[in-house]
Nanobody, 115 residues
Framework: QVQLVESGGGLVQPGGSLRLSCAASRSILSINTMGWYRQAPGKQRELVATFTFGVGTNYADSVKGRFTISRDVAKNTLYLQMNSLKPEDTAVYYC?????????WGQGTQVTVSS
């Protein structure tokens, strides 16, 4: 099993930046794919960005050029740097890990972009 704990959400003005963190309970080198998803009120959960070992990164078109996914293996932590935030980025952001056919989710962290 993998436990995931997100942090870093909050309220930010349009054009601002936030960095989300996702701390994993085990070495992230043992996890094939990790990523970030988000869910806005009344909408389905959607992919934001993923990192797959040996393959690389993948981004939703809506965040390309603004968001960057990265990881710190020594800290077992996944990050999402979010720049040039827009009101439509407002959502609960979830960390995800895929390992041996199972999906693991964090509890989510709220990001609100508003003036």
């Amino acid at each position: 099993q993998v436990q995931l704990v997100e942090s870093g959400g909050g309220l930010v003005q349009p054009g601002g930046s936030l960095r989300l963190s996702c701390a994993a309970s085990r070495s992230i080198l043992s996890i094939n794919t990790m990523g970030w998803y988000r869910q806005a009120p009344g909408k389905q959960r959607e992919l934001v960005a993923t990192f797959t070992f040996g393959v690389g990164t993948n981004y939703a078109d809506s965040v390309k050029g603004r968001f960057t996914i990265s990881r710190d293996v020594a800290k077992n932590t996944l990050y999402l740097q979010m720049n040039s935030l827009k009101p439509e980025d407002t959502a609960v952001y979830y960390c995800n890990a895929k390992k041996l056919g199972s999906d693991y989710w964090g509890q989510g962290t709220q990001v609100t972009v508003s003036s």
